[in-house]
Each structure stands twice: as structure tokens, then as C-alpha cells.
């Protein structure tokens, strides 16, 4: 079973609406990722951290996508207006080093937008 | 176009036989690879990492790299029904962010 969990397993939203997910990592990975996973099982990176600060994000993450990981707290990644082409599986994985790492996935949170 | 690319897009074994899986790169700055595994409604898992030319083997899996031809290969043998799921190339540079770049991969089905 993943030691990083992810909520909810099941997301529904309308166009427009925010989309709120959350992450735990496994204990001692400070290092996470955020990837989107779409019908054609494309992996898309969205945007990682390590401790509370951001390493690298794409584009897509700095206009409607926000991620963030507080010290103390669930990781999380909020889309502010959803669009229909935004449904996909939304995956969280976690790391015990940035470099030449093997990342340990959450089962993800399917996010469908009506 | 992708820079991690698999092949076969699907492949179908007997019980017991011998499955075979590709993953061809277009950077030369990718120098680690890794398989991962996905079975239906859960996340990848990593099956093993490859970083060295030649070999590397855990149990019924064995990886090849070829670094000059950026070529890694992934071999089950003895292939269980359990083994059917989706499974993943994934590669990344030196340095950098410890991005990995996922292929689009490949669907096995052991036929019992």
C-alpha cells in the first residue's frame, strides 16, 4: 500500500469552480511532486518542492494552478477556475533525495469536470 | 513529440512466458532511467531503476540499458495475471529539479 496519501480519491466540479487536493508524503521525503495524468496516460509535470519551496513549475501551474507545501501540513493543489480540459487523474509523489530520485506515488485524486 | 518513447503500445503473453518492453530516448542528457508499474484505479509504482550500462536484475525482472543507444529494455519472465497493468519508462537528466519525463506506456495482459 502507498505510504503517500492523497484526498479525495474523487473530485467533481463545475466549469468555473475551484478544485482542491491535498497530499501527505511519506515520512522523511522532502521532496514532492505534483503530475497530471490524462485519458491518454500522459504524464504532465505541474510543479515539485522540496521542504516549502518550489524547485521548478511549468507555465500552466503559475496562471490557474496553485501548490503549495507548509511546513506541518498537507501538501496541496488548488485550480482556481476549473475547465473541462482539466479532468485527469491528479498525481502526488514523494522523494527522499531531488537528484537520481525514485518517486513514490499516491494513489491520485480523479478530478472530473462537468 | 516525446522525448521518452515506448514500444510495443500493447502487449499481450501466456501465463508463465516471457514479456518484453522497450523505451527509447531522444536526450542525451537522460542518464537514470526507471520502469514503474500501474495496475487499474492506483498510482505508479516503481519496479527498478537503472542507472549503469548492461543489466541490472530483482527477481523475475530484469532492465537493459544501453546508454549510447539511450535504449532500456524491461524483461518479465515467468509472467503472472498479476502482472497485467500498465508500465511506464521514466527518465531524467543530471542536476536539475529531479524531474522525471514519463513515456506514454505500454499495456501488458498475461493471458491464464
Known amino acids: 500500500n502507498s505510504k503517500v496519501i492523497q484526498t479525495p480519491r474523487y473530485l467533481v466540479k463545475g466549469q468555473g469552480q475551484k478544485a482542491k487536493m491535498r497530499c501527505i508524503p511519506e515520512?522523511?521525503?522532502?521532496?514532492v511532486f505534483w503530475y497530471q495524468q490524462n485519458k491518454n496516460n500522459e504524464f504532465k509535470f505541474l510543479i515539485n518542492?522540496?521542504?516549502?519551496?518550489?524547485?521548478?513549475q511549468i507555465d500552466m501551474t503559475e496562471k490557474r494552478f496553485s501548490a503549495e507545501c507548509p511546513s506541518n501540513s498537507p501538501c496541496s493543489l488548488e485550480i482556481q477556475s476549473s475547465e473541462a480540459g482539466d479532468s485527469a487523474l491528479y498525481l502526488c509523489?514523494?522523494?527522499?533525495?531531488?537528484?537520481?530520485?525514485?518517486?513514490?506515488f499516491g494513489a491520485g485524486t480523479r478530478l472530473s469536470v462537468l | 513529440q516525446q522525448k521518452v518513447q515506448q514500444s510495443p503500445e500493447s502487449l499481450s503473453v501466456p501465463e508463465g512466458g516471457m514479456a518484453s518492453l522497450n523505451c527509447t530516448s531522444s536526450d542525451r542528457n537522460f542518464q537514470y532511467f526507471w520502469w514503474y508499474r500501474q495496475h487499474s484505479g492506483e498510482g505508479p509504482k516503481a519496479l527498478m531503476?537503472?542507472?549503469?550500462?548492461g543489466d541490472k536484475k530483482e527477481g523475475r525482472f530484469t532492465a537493459h540499458l544501453n546508454k549510447a543507444s539511450l535504449h532500456v529494455s524491461l524483461h518479465i519472465r515467468d509472467s503472472q495475471p498479476s502482472d497485467s497493468a500498465l508500465y511506464f519508462c521514466?527518465?531524467?537528466?543530471?542536476?536539475?529539479?529531479?524531474?522525471?519525463?514519463f513515456g506514454l506506456g505500454t499495456t501488458l495482459q498475461v493471458q491464464p
Open positions: 515520512k522523511g521525503h522532502p521532496v
Open positions: 509523489a514523494s522523494s527522499p533525495q531531488v537528484s537520481q530520485n525514485t518517486l513514490y
Open positions: 521514466a527518465a531524467s537528466g543530471t542536476g536539475n529539479t529531479g524531474k522525471l519525463i
Open positions: 518542492f522540496q521542504n516549502q519551496e518550489v524547485l521548478q
Open positions: 531503476s537503472i542507472f549503469s550500462d
